[in-house]
């Protein structure tokens, strides 16, 4: 059966005349006759007793004629569901990002999309950045956003902003008073960071190794709020992506440029080759590459 043959046994049923159900539908008696004789010949046998003067159903007719109006009515709606999908009426979205950027950034740019698209439902998995690779590439979120993935990692990168690592000094350290501090610097007092596998822990690990250096690790955890706090009671300092700067100041932590050596990676959006967004996480992407959110300014 096709939805055309469906509408035209509905319109037969319903009216029952020919004619009238040619007026309803715009078509020809020929090509009406011939659409019905298609759908019961498709069937096996007759829907409707026919004589010069009235039209009626079989008890086959009278069978399939809930069946019809409920397979027409499903599918109207499966036609207006899409149709409202790709217009963005409707929908809904997942996506997944580190915390760094789901608590700092991400809410602005999810504002502007709602203002835009009220309608569609938006999902943000707040996971760590090996998470988010896992939740992309198991196809759990149609995209994530996270820092750039090693060349070696089965999935697409669009890079959206350089994010820079910045000092995290307590507001009564004399270097809270300078507008740049030097690692040398900043290695001196108790080093405060995210415990291990965080993908922040292995960078700046890396990065000072290269360099003949090593990070004096004496206190960690597994979230950067809690590093801002300990670092603002002046327990120590940390290091932390250029993005969680509102973050730092919240608790009452100062941030403060570092340099020497710079500390950078790209952020961006990470999505699975070969699988095509939805409207509406393509949608999400593309406010975000329209944000112009530079944590680094």
């Given at each position: 059966?096709?939805a055309?043959?469906?509408?035209?046994f509905?319109?037969?049923?319903?009216?029952?005349?020919f004619?009238?159900?040619?007026?309803?539908l715009?078509?020809?008696?020929?090509?009406?006759?011939?659409?019905?004789?298609?759908?019961?010949?498709?069937?096996g046998?007759?829907?409707?007793?026919?004589?010069?003067?009235?039209?009626?159903?079989?008890?086959?007719?009278?069978?399939?004629?809930p069946?019809a109006?409920?397979?027409?009515?499903?599918?109207d709606?499966?036609?207006?569901?899409?149709?409202?999908?790709?217009?963005?009426?409707?929908?809904?979205?997942?996506?997944?990002?580190?915390?760094?950027f789901?608590?700092?950034?991400?809410?602005?740019?999810?504002?502007?999309?709602?203002?835009?698209?009220?309608?569609i439902?938006?999902?943000?998995?707040?996971?760590?950045?090996?998470?988010?690779?896992?939740?992309v590439r198991d196809?759990h979120?149609?995209?994530?956003?996270?820092?750039?993935?090693?060349?070696?990692?089965?999935?697409?990168?669009t890079?959206?902003?350089?994010?820079?690592?910045?000092?995290?000094?307590?507001?009564?350290?004399p270097?809270?008073?300078?507008?740049?501090?030097i690692?040398?610097?900043?290695?001196?007092?108790?080093f405060?960071?995210?415990?291990?596998?965080?993908?922040?822990?292995?960078?700046?690990e890396?990065?000072?190794?290269?360099r003949?250096?090593?990070l004096?690790?004496?206190?960690?955890?597994?979230?950067?709020?809690?590093?801002?706090?300990?670092?603002?009671?002046?327990?120590?300092?940390?290091?932390?992506?250029a993005?969680?700067?509102?973050?730092m100041l919240?608790?009452?932590?100062?941030?403060?440029?570092?340099s020497?050596?710079?500390?950078?990676?790209?952020v961006?959006?990470?999505?699975k080759?070969?699988?095509?967004?939805?409207?509406?996480?393509?949608?999400i992407?593309?406010?975000?590459r329209?944000?112009g959110?530079?944590?680094?300014?």
């Amino acid at each position: 059966m096709t939805a055309k043959q469906l509408r035209a046994f509905l319109a037969v049923a319903q009216t029952l005349s020919f004619a009238q159900a040619c007026e309803r539908l715009h078509l020809s008696q020929s090509a009406l006759s011939l659409t019905v004789k298609a759908l019961e010949e498709g069937l096996g046998g007759r829907l409707f007793s026919r004589t010069t003067r009235a039209v009626s159903l079989t008890p086959e007719g009278e069978a399939l004629l809930p069946l019809a109006r409920r397979l027409l009515a499903d599918w109207d709606n499966a036609e207006d569901e899409l149709r409202q999908r790709f217009t963005l009426k409707q929908g809904r979205v997942a996506l997944a990002s580190m915390p760094s950027f789901a608590g700092n950034l991400l809410p602005s740019v999810l504002r502007t999309f709602r203002q835009r698209y009220p309608s569609i439902s938006v999902t943000v998995h707040d996971v760590i950045n090996e998470q988010v690779m896992e939740m992309v590439r198991d196809r759990h979120v149609e995209l994530g956003i996270a820092f750039e993935p090693e060349p070696s990692t089965p999935l697409s990168f669009t890079p959206l902003y350089m994010d820079r690592f910045v000092a995290v000094v307590p507001a009564d350290s004399p270097l809270a008073a300078k507008t740049e501090v030097i690692w040398d610097e900043l290695l001196q007092q108790p080093f405060i960071t995210l415990q291990r596998p965080s993908t922040v822990r292995f960078m700046l690990e890396d990065h000072l190794r290269l360099r003949g250096r090593n990070l004096p690790v004496q206190l960690e955890t597994h979230q950067l709020a809690t590093v801002g706090r300990m670092v603002a009671c002046g327990l120590g300092v940390s290091a932390v992506p250029a993005l969680c700067r509102m973050q730092m100041l919240e608790v009452g932590a100062q941030c403060v440029a570092l340099s020497d050596p710079v500390i950078e990676r790209p952020v961006g959006i990470l999505t699975k080759p070969g699988h095509e967004l939805s409207v509406a996480a393509q949608a999400i992407a593309d406010a975000l590459r329209a944000s112009g959110d530079d944590p680094n300014v």
